[in-house]
C-alpha cells in the first residue's frame, strides 16, 4: 500500500475553513484515500473516503487532485471539537487489506 | 445503534504480569480488529478476525500475545506476559464486511500502563 505524507500540525481559526492536505505520490490506481481523526482520548473515527472524484459528506470534503497524487480534506467551518489528530491513510480496493495509519496531523482549532 | 465496546478502560499492572481485554463489536459486524497505540504514533494492527477466523496476525508477538473470537462476535486480546515496552492504548474496531471500502468503526481504546 502506498505511504502518505502530511505535515505534523496545522492551526485553524473556529469558524473558518480548515484545509488538511495529504501527499500519496505513490497511489496506485486501486487505492482509496480515506481520512479518519482521533479526538484525544478517544478511538479514531472515520470522516470520509473517495478514489477519483471529489466527495462530501455532513463532516468534510474531500478533493482529489486530478493526478491522484495528493488530496485535501476540508473542513469546512471547523469548530473547538474539531481540534484532532487527523489521518489520512490510501488502502487497496479489496477483501480484508488493512490499513496502514502514519503520524498523521495535529490539528488545533483555536477560539 | 450501539458502537464498540471495550472493557476496561484503564490498567495498571507491573511487568510479567497478565492482562487481558476485552471488546464486543457492533451488532452484525462480521470483521473485528485489535489495534495498539503507542502514545505519538498512529495505530498499528495486531490482528484481524473475520467472524472467527483469523486474517491478518502478522504483526502480534505470538510469544506473548494471544486473542480469541471464539463465537464470532466478542473477542479477548490477551498479554503474558507483560513487558514495559506494552505500556499503550489497545483499540478494538468492527466493520461490517470484508469489502475494500468497508469502514471501520473503534471503541473507546483500554490504556494499559505496565510498570
Known amino acids: 500500500d502506498a505511504k502518505t505524507t502530511q505535515p505534523p500540525s496545522m492551526d485553524c481559526a473556529e469558524g473558518r475553513a480548515a484545509n488538511l492536505p495529504c501527499n500519496h505520490s505513490?497511489?496506485?490506481?486501486?487505492?482509496?484515500v480515506y481520512w479518519y481523526r482521533q479526538i484525544h482520548s478517544q478511538g479514531p473515527q472515520y470522516i470520509i473516503h473517495g478514489l477519483k472524484n471529489n466527495e462530501t459528506n455532513e463532516m468534510a470534503s474531500l478533493i482529489i487532485t486530478e493526478d491522484r497524487k495528493s488530496s485535501t480534506l476540508i473542513l469546512p467551518h471547523a469548530t473547538l471539537r474539531d481540534t484532532a489528530v487527523y489521518y489520512c491513510i490510501v488502502r487497496v480496493v479489496g477483501n480484508n487489506r488493512k490499513l496502514i495509519w502514519g503520524l498523521g496531523t495535529s490539528l488545533a482549532v483555536n477560539p | 445503534e450501539a458502537g464498540v465496546a471495550q472493557s476496561p478502560r484503564y490498567k495498571i499492572i507491573e511487568k510479567r504480569q497478565s492482562v487481558a481485554f476485552w471488546c464486543n463489536p457492533i451488532?452484525?459486524?462480521?470483521?473485528l480488529y485489535w489495534y495498539q497505540q503507542i502514545l505519538g504514533q498512529g495505530p498499528k494492527l495486531l490482528i484481524q478476525f473475520q467472524n472467527n477466523g483469523v486474517v491478518d496476525d502478522s504483526q502480534l508477538p505470538k510469544d506473548r500475545f494471544s486473542a480469541e473470537r471464539l463465537k464470532g462476535v466478542d473477542s479477548t486480546l490477551k498479554i503474558q506476559p507483560a513487558k514495559l515496552e506494552d505500556s499503550a492504548v489497545y483499540l478494538c474496531a468492527s466493520s461490517h464486511g470484508t469489502s475494500g471500502t468497508d469502514t471501520q468503526y473503534f471503541g473507546p481504546g483500554t490504556r494499559l500502563t505496565v510498570l
Open positions: 505513490t497511489i496506485s490506481g486501486n487505492e482509496y
Open positions: 451488532s452484525g459486524h462480521a470483521t
